[in-house]
């Protein structure tokens, strides 16, 4: 009992830390603050870049956590593709920049592109 024990245990640290490696690696960098600029005067924040159609780069999809997708979808849908995992994913995927990254359970990180081909 003692051995499964802390096999869980090192399962599911595994898992926080692929979730904490595509935060810094994915998350992180998009909210990176520009460096304050030389002019004294004060000027007006330039708009929110828009989020890319296919982008869903958190829980969700957006910051307000909506849940919406702002893309118009064709009336029947198809599977374009699918990927054995090797492992459950119980996490929500996230997509940003052409990837979609998610967890397995074993807390393997994988990277596919948007035809679902396996990059890392």
Same mark, same amino acid.
């Given at each position: 009992?003692?051995? &499964?024990?802390a &096999? ?10 692929a979730?904490?490696?595509? #935060? ?34 958190? #829980? ?21 593709? &699918? ?7 119980r996490?929500t ?5 052409g &990837?979609? #990254?998610y ?18």
């Amino acid at each position: 009992m003692k051995k &499964r024990g802390a &096999r869980f245990f090192l399962v599911v640290f595994l898992a926080h830390m692929a979730g904490l490696a595509v #935060y810094l690696l994915v998350i992180k960098p998009a909210f990176k603050a520009e460096p304050p600029a030389a002019d004294p005067a004060p000027q007006p924040a330039p708009p929110p870049a828009p989020v890319k159609p296919a982008e869903w780069n958190t #829980y969700h999809g957006n910051s307000a956590l909506t849940g919406v997708a702002e893309a118009s979808f064709p009336d029947t849908l198809e599977v374009l593709w &699918r990927i054995k995992t090797g492992a459950p994913v119980r996490e929500t995927p996230v997509a940003h920049d052409g &990837r979609i #990254y998610y967890a397995t359970a074993r807390a393997e990180v994988v990277a596919v592109d948007l035809a679902g081909k396996q990059i890392w």
